[in-house]
Nanobody
Framework: QVQLAESGGGLVQAGGSLRLSCAAS????????MGWYRQAPGKQRELVAS???????YYADSVKGRFTISIGNARKTVYLQMNSLIPEDTAVYYCNTPASPIYPWGQGTQVSVSS
């Protein structure tokens, strides 16, 4: 069983930055593919960024140029650097495998951006 734990969220003003972390533990040797999802109130969960093989990345149009996804050196942590945050980025952020989430969802981390 793999456990995912997200952290790093908080309340920031528009234009600010946050760095989210996703720590994987349990039955996982290393992360090869991971994505960051977010769910805003009243909306469906959406994939905003993913990384595969340590180098191939994907970004949703809404975050392209502002967010950067990366894998830690030990390959058990994935980061999401979020810059130039806007109120529309307010959501609970989760990590899981991209395309088809296969692990149990973690509790997520709340990101709130004030205008």
């Amino acid at each position: 069983q793999v456990q995912l734990a997200e952290s790093g969220g908080g309340l920031v003003q528009a234009g600010g930055s946050l760095r989210l972390s996703c720590a994987a533990s349990g039955s996982i040797v290393s992360i090869n593919a991971m994505g960051w999802y977010r769910q805003a109130p009243g909306k469906q969960r959406e994939l905003v960024a993913s990384i595969t093989g340590g180098t191939r990345t994907y970004y949703a149009d809404s975050v392209k140029g502002r967010f950067t996804i990366s894998i830690g050196n030990a390959r058990k942590t994935v980061y999401l650097q979020m810059n130039s945050l806007i109120p529309e980025d307010t959501a609970v952020y989760y990590c899981n495998t991209p395309a088809s989430p296969i692990y149990p969802w973690g509790q997520g981390t709340q990101v709130s951006v004030s205008s």
